[in-house]
């Protein structure tokens, strides 16, 4: 039997259950809207931009998806499963375990090596040091980092250092990776390169991606823009 096509009062079907929802999501700074009632579906492997001018709530946006931020309402949903209203510990498990994040610069630990950093979610989640290094190691090779792995983040340039982002963010195989402004300190050029290597490796691990940029012409990289305004939708 064909389900129905229409309704959204029926419960999805398992298959098109976005791998990450928000709804009615508001944020606020003492009486400022950051977000001011957000609706938002990320489908499993998608790749998505979050557009809009300085201050339009990008960030405020993706820190409430990734429970690196409480919201003042609405909800946050992962594969149909709630997760808005779950405490810090489980909302920090679910970051090391669910989520990979890229930020606009590195933030790689300074004195790690960059198999070392590359391996940070695995050694966090346990794994042996030999296993982790061994699948860091793999990642780095994929993104064009080879030869480069005892290399410390002072010794890379700064394309390299955002790929070695890239592979901490996937070593995990997460199931969405957060990425804000992940070019942003990067000339055109590297830019460009930095953002076809992200949704490159994404797209191969069925990862969802969602970019915060301001860049338009970054943006039209990527197949699903969302336009933010004075912290809502415009498009
Ligand atoms: N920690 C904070 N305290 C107070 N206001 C904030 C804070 N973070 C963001 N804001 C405000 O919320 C709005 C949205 O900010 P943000 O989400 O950072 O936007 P964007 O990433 O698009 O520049 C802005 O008006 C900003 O000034
Ligand atoms: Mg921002």
Known sequence: MRSQTTGSMSPPATATVPALSGRGLVKRYGTQYALAGVDIDI???????????????????LHVLAGILPSDGGEVSLAGQRIDHLGETKRAELRRTEFGFVFQTGMLVAELSAEENAALPLLLGGQSRGTALTSAREWLARLGLAGKETNRPGELSGGQAQRVAIARALVHRPRVIFADEPTGALDTRTGRDTMDALLTAASDNEAAVVIVTHDAELAHSVPRMVTLRDGRVVS
């Open 43 to 61: 489908a499993r492997g998608e790749a998505l931009a979050i557009v809009g001018p300085s201050g339009s709530g990008k960030t405020s946006l």
